[in-house]
Every structure is written in C-alpha cells, then in structure tokens.
T-cell receptor, first 109, second 118 residues
Framework: GIQVEQSPPDLILQEGANSTLRCNFS?????LQWFHQNPWGQLINLFY???GTKQNGRLSATTVATERYSLLYISSSQTTDSGVYFC???????????FGPGTSLSVIP | DADVTQTPRNRITKTGKRIMLECSQT?????MYWYRQDPGLGLRLIYY???????NKGEISDGYSVSRQAQAKFSLSLESAIPNQTALYFC?????????????????FGDGTRLSIL
C-alpha cells in the first residue's frame, strides 16, 4: 500500500511566525487532502489538492504530484492554528484513503 | 445542521457491552466510511461502503461490524466491547449523488464520537 509521511512531527511557533508542513507519499495518488484537527477533536477540511496550488486566507497548499509531495504553508500564525495537521491521500485502484501520522502544531502567544 | 452527524458524541461503557455508533448524512453521497483514531496517531480505516449493498473491510475491522441501512445511514457496532477499543471514532462521506463515481472526491467528516470502555 501507499506510505504517507509527514514532517515535522511536532512544531512550536511564536504567534505571527510562518511555517511549512510537508507530506510525502510513496506512490502516485488521485486525491490529496489537508485537514486540521482542532483541540476539540474536530477534523476541518482545509484543502482538496491532488495537484497545483491553492490559497485560502493565511493558508496555502501546493502538491507536486510528479514528485510525490505536498506542502501546507501557514503564514502569520495565530493561537487558533494550534492542533494537528493531517494529509490524506487516495489512489483510485486502492479505493481507500490513507492518512499520514500528522504534524502537531502549537502556536504560543 | 451538520452535513455528517454522529451519535452519540460521547459514550462511556463497560467491557463486554454491545455498542452502536450511528452516522447519518445529508450530502447525498454514495460512499461512507468509519475510522478510528488513537491518541497521537492518525486515522485508521475500519469499514467502508460504496452503496447500500456494499460493505468492505478496512485495515482494522476485527471486533467491529457495520450496517448500511440506507444511502444516508451507516452504523458501526462493537458486539462485545473491550478496553483497547477506547478511541475517537469518525464517520466520513465522499462522492457525488447516487450513481456517480466518487473515488476522486474529497472526504467530509463528522465531529467524532469519543468512546471509553472501562
């Protein structure tokens, strides 16, 4: 099956700082999503981005499908950005979504 | 109202009890999924269904069963709960309207059910 790795596993930022989270995957995929799990456990869908670049406010994501990685960029971080960020990939022939282990982000005032 | 609703949101029960977690959706999606999340780990797939007559095992199906009673409902059962099934459980949906191919569509998650088995 597909292996999904995320880095870094943990990250502590001062409020206002920028960060880049990375997701590597071991095979070509048809679908990639980024999620934010907030401290209450809810999974928030950030981006559906099988390829290319998207932006939503202070967040942006880029997937380079040919090189099998995706980046999530957080600018001007806020304490509400704290939580765990997951990438999840799907390969149509497997028909199941595989989650990475997540990056735990703490933004301190 | 939420598009994907899980009930209950929290449950504490004893070893050996039968538990059912419910999931309903108003998105009209064909595909529904049950995941489990353990502390510090990502989500692992338990079961998934592509329509009412279709049930498929995920990577950790032992000790669980599911029922897809209708296009909008997908329930997860623990026939005899054990403490290592204590976890956060998520239901998700994907795909377009009935009959469409949803394999490339994003997944949408419910708010989760916190299950504790004593």
């Amino acid at each position: 099956g597909i292996q999904v790795e995320q880095s870094p596993p943990d990250l502590i930022l001062q409020e206002g700082a920028n960060s880049t989270l990375r997701c590597n995957f071991s095979d070509s995929v048809n679908n990639l999503q980024w999620f934010h799990q907030n401290p209450w456990g809810q999974l928030i869908n950030l981006f559906y981005i099988p390829s290319g670049t998207k932006q939503n406010g202070r967040l942006s994501a880029t997937t380079v499908a040919t090189e099998r990685y995706s980046l999530l960029y957080i600018s001007s971080s806020q304490t509400t950005d704290s939580g765990v960020y997951f990438c999840a990939v799907l390969k149509t022939s497997y028909d199941k979504v595989i989650f990475g282990p997540g990056t735990s982000l703490s933004v301190i005032p | 109202d939420a598009d994907v609703t899980q009930t209950p949101r929290n449950r504490i029960t004893k070893t050996g009890k039968r538990i059912m977690l419910e999931c309903s959706q108003t998105k009209g999606h064909d595909r529904m999924y049950w995941y489990r999340q353990d502390p510090g780990l990502g989500l692992r797939l338990i079961y998934y269904s592509f329509d009412v007559k279709d049930i498929n095992k995920g990577e950790i199906s032992d000790g669980y069963s599911v029922s897809r009673q209708a296009q909008a409902k997908f329930s997860l059962s623990l026939e005899s709960a054990i403490p290592n099934q204590t976890a956060l459980y998520f239901c998700a949906t994907s795909g377009g309207r009935t009959g469409s191919h949803g394999s490339n569509q994003p997944q949408h998650f419910g708010d989760g059910t916190r299950l504790s088995i004593l």
